[in-house]
């Protein structure tokens, strides 16, 4: 999920950044899980409270992908 909003129809101001990154890796709960639908019809979830398939998170993930990358709050990644 990246932070990036769009800005609204008459002038409202965008927010968040098109490189930054936050979510998580998770276990999938096996229960309802359907295979994710690619294309344009794609819906995927704008917020992590819409996640429905979560057995247990595994790793918080942050950063931005053209600066460092965190898992945990441990930088894996970064550019300097």
Do not use: C, H
């Not at 101001?13 to 294309?39: C, L, M, Q």
């Not at 931005?64 to 930088?75: G, H, L, R, T």
């Amino acid at each position: 999920m990246n932070t990036y909003k769009e800005g609204g129809f008459f002038g409202g101001a965008a927010s968040g950044s098109r490189t930054e990154i936050e979510g998580v890796i998770y276990e999938v709960a096996n229960k309802d899980n359907t295979p994710p639908k690619f294309g344009a019809k794609q819906s995927l979830p704008e917020v992590m409270k819409d996640v429905k398939d979560i057995k247990k998170k595994l790793s918080r993930v942050t950063g931005s992908w053209v600066n460092k990358i965190m898992f945990d709050d441990k930088v894996y990644w970064d550019i300097d």
